[in-house]
């Protein structure tokens, strides 16, 4: 089966719908029309550059580590951002988001989580804890403090962000936690981790945020993908930690990992009988970084520009991923990691507009992946005698109409049998 077939025969559904009219009465022998109106899987990608234009700031906005477009950029980059995806990371990185002790960035995220929401989009914060991005004050309290501030921190951000934010990465990157090094000086929450160790490091996050809002999806998020991760993600359900879903980093700067080694990964994985995220997802559309690079902030240059031949590259790769990617049962979410060129990490030409804002190939790809193939066109039925109308589409949430009159309703894969009621 071509990775087109598999993910068409993975996700694709079919529901028989009963239209009725709104006294109760079956609509029968009657042209409907259906329509898709998003999808359930998690198109998501970073929402880091509206954080300005939701809070309707004028000129530069404050950066939270990595900042986002001026306002105006935003406003450009929206219907192009909306069209594809419905799932928007926004970016709680510690020492960015509370640079000065007792001063989050609490208001302006809850505003840009509002307006994702309002536009439909569902909303992750990334991350809760993470040993990287610590705020400077952290380092001025002893050991013995630490661990408490971190729980505070994490009850407070799911607190303020519940009904907002539905799903949050409760922790990043643990398999390197209790060994990152920094020159300058000791990561006090590496410096936690090694003391108390990564699974009870781990637990900490997860149970903090679970007390904060039992009802949000909590994730166990990593780049490493290696056995080490395997072997920590057994110790922790070994442990009772509860993990929703299992987030898989792929930043291919040095180019498409293909189909092969893609499947190798979410065999690998799923076998824990887990939901995966693949939650940082990059394809470059200009030189490949050097295969000898090992961590990927090592490739420092002064220009990475995006090329025609990266574009086309680039293009036919994200195509690629996401067929195989959407082919795996055990996938729900895919979060490309930024809309555009302009900030991006480490200057790669890995987003999917250029800095001038024009969509390049890879967008129009996606966009067709997610917005043509995978998408129920407007459709005209007819009822039977019952009102029942058999409708076969990804699942997700639908209209269905009679002239002026319209619902809508959704269409499951645990749900066979669905009914609308028209007002």
Known sequence: MTPAAAADAVRR??????????DGAPCADREVLVQQLRHDFAFG???????????????????????????????????????????????????????VEGQPDTRRLQATAAW??????????????????????????????VEEIVRARVRREVTALAGLVDTWDAINEVVIMPVFSNEERQN???????????????????????????????????????????????????????????????????????????????????????????????????????????????????????????????????????????????????????????GAWLGAPAGLVRTDGTPKPAYDALRGLVKDEWWLPPTRLRTDGEGRVPVCGWPGDYSVSIGDRSATWQLRRDAPISEATLA
């Open 116 to 145: 994702f929401r309002e536009r439909g989009v569902s909303v992750k914060g990334h991350p809760l804890v993470w040993h990287t991005l610590t705020p400077d004050w952290l380092g001025e309290y002893p050991a013995s403090e």
């Open 45 to 99: 990608n970073i929402g880091f550059d509206f954080v300005g234009l939701a809070n309707q700031e004028q000129g530069g906005t404050r950066e939270n580590v990595f900042g986002g477009a001026d306002p105006e950029a935003a406003q450009r980059l929206e219907g192009l951002w909306l069209d594809v995806f419905n799932t928007a990371t926004l970016p709680f990185y510690w020492a960015g988001f509370e640079p």
């Open 188 to 342: 006090p929450i590496t410096a936690l981790c090694r003391r108390i160790g990564r699974i009870p490091t781990i637990r900490l996050a997860f149970e903090e945020a679970r007390r904060a809002h039992p009802a949000t999806t909590l994730i166990l998020n990593d780049f490493n993908l290696s056995t080490a991760y395997e072997c920590l993600i057994e110790g922790v359900l070994e442990a009772g930690v509860q993990v929703d879903a299992l987030g898989l980093q792929s930043h291919m700067h040095q180019g498409y990992w293909g189909e092969e080694r893609t499947l190798e990964v979410l065999e690998r994985f799923s076998r824990y009988g887990l939901p995966l995220h693949w939650t940082e997802t990059t394809l470059v559309s200009g030189d490949l970084m050097p295969p000898e690079i090992v961590d990927l902030n090592d490739h420092q240059v002064d220009e990475w520009p995006s090329t025609p031949d990266g574009e086309e590259r680039q293009a036919d790769d994200v195509v690629r991923h996401y067929r195989t990617l959407l082919g795996h049962p055990a996938v729900e979410a895919v979060t490309y990691w930024g809309i555009t060129d302009q």
């Open 13 to 22: 559904t079919e529901s028989t719908l009963t239209v009725r009219s709104a």
